[in-house]
């Protein structure tokens, strides 16, 4: 059973920047999209930015659109999402997800492998 590693998350003010970070090992890591989800308390999991196989075709949620950015890199068996401006709402549980093929896609139902999660907290 493949475990995604995510790691990055932690205490930030309002307006900051965090960068997470997510190993994939043990997988043919270029094969598949990797997505980011995030959960905050009593809510359900929502998605956040995902990417293609290369690189190339990059989604993200109208809420976060020109403030994150996804990224990765196959000789690392890495993703990144790159969190700029956060804000205190966006205080969650930040999982990362293997997808169940190349293509970038937005529902969880497509992703097959998960994280245990980092925890970013947003204070105001």
């Known amino acids: 059973q493949v475990q995604l590693v995510e790691s990055g998350g932690g205490l930030v003010q309002a307006g900051g920047s965090l960068r997470l970070s997510c190993v994939v090992p043990?997988?043919?890591?270029?094969?598949?999209?990797m997505g980011w989800f995030r959960q905050a308390p009593g809510k359900e999991r929502e998605f956040v930015a995902a990417?293609?196989?290369?690189?190339?075709?990059?989604y993200y949620a109208d809420s976060v659109k020109g403030r994150f950015t996804i990224s990765r890199d196959n000789a690392k068996n890495t993703v990144y999402l790159q969190m700029n401006s956060l804000k205190p709402e966006e205080t969650a549980v930040y999982l990362c997800?293997?997808?169940?093929?190349?293509?970038?896609?937005?529902?969880?139902?497509?992703?097959?492998?998960w994280g245990q999660g980092t925890q970013v907290t947003v204070s105001s």
């Open positions: 997800a293997g997808g169940s093929s190349r293509y970038a896609a937005l529902p969880a139902s497509d992703y097959n492998v």
């Open positions: 043990g997988r043919t890591f270029s094969n598949y999209a």
């Open positions: 990417i293609s196989w290369s690189g190339l075709i990059r």
